[in-house]
């Protein structure tokens, strides 16, 4: 897979205190690998080689473990931010590293789903997204995603008893146009300033694999249970 991925890491992760004082969220341990280990080597698992890594707080911890990939076969650039710019900042400010698509993931959330069919459904759509979901029973802490005849048709947001459907899980494959209209360096959220306008241009891809995050310290837990468990292929 040619295609690069650009993984964002640049979180302040307040909701992580105290484990985040002194690492930055995709550090989390997960046995002896941090949390974003896991994540590329199932990108990796899958062909992709290539990785952006958008960073900030801490973020001088990430290329000490991971330094330019080399070690682990793979090809890693960091894209620095002063300050976090938030999920749509971030990719914008690393968009000269990844240059006109790429598959965008956020560093706290892990699906072991075939990428490759993300990839493939944005290129037969031409749409400037591919929006990965999962079903959830219950969608009040992320938000529902309404789909209709494989598009993204519109968004419920978080707690407002958003029941039972599909979120957004997190990976997706953008082209740049989709950000068009943002500057470099600009704070903006691909969540709350660039999906809502692109309704109805974004490709529907629904996943088969369970949505895991590492959000908060009681979905950490769970997530480290479910590793260690032997529930997950990471």
């Not at 989709?178 to 309704?199: K, M, Y």
Request: net charge neutral.
């Amino acid at each position: 897979m040619d295609i690069p991925v650009c993984i964002l890491a640049g979180g302040l992760s307040k909701r992580l205190r105290p484990l985040t004082e002194t690492i930055p969220k995709p550090m989390a341990p997960i046995g002896d690998k941090p949390f974003l280990q896991l994540v590329l080597e199932h990108f990796a698992s899958l062909g992709f080689r290539r990785y952006v890594l958008a960073v900030s707080y801490l973020w001088e911890q990430i290329r000490d473990h991971f330094g330019d990939g080399s070690r682990f076969g793979w090809r890693i650039e960091y894209s620095v931010e002063a300050e976090p710019l938030d999920t749509g900042g971030a990719v914008r400010y690393a968009q000269s590293l990844w240059g006109t698509c790429a598959v965008v993931a956020n560093g706290d959330t892990f699906v072991p789903e075939d990428w490759r069919g993300l990839v493939a459904i944005q290129e037969r759509s031409g749409l400037p997204v591919a929006m990965s979901l999962v079903w959830q029973d219950d969608c009040d802490r992320f938000g529902r995603v309404e789909v209709r005849d494989d598009r993204v048709v519109g968004f419920v947001e978080k707690g407002r008893h958003a029941g039972a459907g599909w979120i957004n899980a997190g990976v997706y494959v953008l082209q740049s146009t989709a950000l068009d209209g943002f500057e470099r360096g600009q704070r903006f959220s691909l969540e709350r300033d660039v999906f809502p306008r692109l309704i109805g241009r974004i490709a529907a891809y629904r996943c088969g694999k369970s949505f895991a995050d590492i959000g908060t310290a009681e979905s950490l837990a769970q997530f480290r249970q479910t590793v260690h468990g032997g529930g997950t292929n990471a």
